[in-house]
């Protein structure tokens, strides 16, 4: 499967965003799909990942109750809906797919073996 991150921008704090996660091919559905952003200087982190039907999500710590994962199979696209953006959440964001991956391992980013090419989120204090 093929990923294309979109949505990014410059936004001010306590703004809002809509990253979308726009997938190929026919079985999206099998997929779990995540999201990770990588900072400067830091490593890459998770953010949330909803399972393959959207019955299941998860999020980080430090985005819950800030950001909504949701997806639309007949689109083939993941959505992160962002509000009360804090400078923190400053990086580029990722999205990645796999067909296999187990609940216990969502957070994982090795865990993932499909990749887009990230969207850059910038947020001004």
């Known amino acids: 499967v093929q990923l294309q991150a979109s949505g990014g921008g410059l936004v001010q704090a306590g703004g809002s965003l809509r990253l979308s996660c726009a997938a190929s091919g026919r079985t999206f559905s099998s997929y779990v799909v995540g999201w990770f952003r990588q900072a400067p200087g830091k490593e890459r982190e998770f953010v949330a990942a909803i399972g393959r039907r959207g019955s299941g999500t998860s999020y980080s710590d430090s985005v819950r109750g800030r950001f909504t994962i949701s997806r639309d199979n007949a689109k083939n696209t993941v959505y992160l809906e962002m509000s009360t953006l804090k400078p923190e959440d400053t990086a580029v964001y990722y999205c990645?797919?796999?067909?296999?991956?187990?609940?216990?391992?969502?957070?994982?980013?090795?865990?993932?073996?499909?990749w887009g090419q990230g969207t850059l989120v910038t947020v001004s204090s």
């Open positions: 990645a797919a796999d067909v296999s991956i187990i609940l216990s391992s969502w957070a994982r980013a090795d865990q993932y073996d499909w």
